[in-house]
């Protein structure tokens, strides 16, 4: 595997449901971040970690919570949603100190 | 407030037909300005990254270009490969939090035509 994977690529909810999204970087990079993007909207940052430490929370409700257990994992759970979370939502990863960042392909969320 | 804005929302050009995207911004500092392609249902591919007024850089038939207020992507004679969604994002100097966060523009969606 190259670069930044996401698993799964699709993903169907119910708004009772706990779910995981997962994803790996293999760029050697020491930060990683979740964003959502919704239709007609620009991407919206949601997390950032930083050598695994949270530096980020974009006011991002609870029931989105991020686990990043080393530099190259992040892991994104979902419980209870509202139909309003469908979106894609990107992982993608950096090196701290350069900007530039590098996004995996997405998971297609949709909350029955 | 640190905002980006991209124009056209969507642009249809004929294979061959030269045009250029933009993207202006208001920052209070700007560290970097960087152009992004994404195609449906996949994450956007990196392009250009952008640092001071003047600046330029190339691939194929893409330049993008830089001044104190906005960036423009030229694109030259494209095909229809080139049909995809661009996104424009900045990187600022005072976000406060985590410093490596970048904001985006709502993107142009680019269809070329054979």
């Known amino acids: 595997e190259t670069g930044v994977t996401q698993t799964p690529r699709h993903l169907v909810m119910g708004m009772t449901n706990k779910k995981s999204l997962k994803c790996e970087q293999h760029?050697?990079?020491?930060?990683m971040y979740w964003y959502k993007q919704s239709a007609k909207k620009p991407l919206e940052l949601m997390f950032v970690?930083?050598?695994?430490?949270?530096?980020e929370n974009n006011s991002v409700p609870s029931r989105f919570s991020p686990e990043c257990p080393n530099s190259s994992h992040l892991f994104l759970h979902l419980h209870t949603l509202q139909p309003e979370d469908s979106a894609l939502y990107l992982c993608?990863?950096?090196?701290?100190?350069?900007?530039?960042?590098?996004f995996g392909p997405g998971t297609r969320l949709l909350v029955l | 407030e640190d905002q980006v804005t991209q124009s056209p929302e969507a642009l249809r050009l004929q294979e061959g037909e030269s045009s250029s995207l933009n993207c202006s911004y208001t920052v209070s500092g700007l560290r970097g300005l960087f152009w992004y392609r994404q195609d449906p249902g996949k994450g956007p591919e990196f392009l250009f990254t952008?640092?001071?007024a003047g600046e330029e850089k190339e691939k194929e038939r893409l330049k993008a270009t830089l001044t104190k207020k906005e960036s423009f992507l030229h694109i030259t004679a494209p095909k229809p490969e080139d049909s995809a969604t661009y996104l424009c994002a900045v990187h600022a100097l005072n976000y406060g939090g985590a410093t490596n966060k970048l904001i985006f523009g709502t993107g142009t969606l680019l269809a070329v035509q054979p």
């Open positions: 760029l050697g990079h020491n930060a």
């Open positions: 970690y930083n050598f695994k430490e949270q530096t």
């Open positions: 993608a990863s950096s090196q701290v100190e350069k900007e530039t960042q590098y």
């Open positions: 952008l640092y001071s």
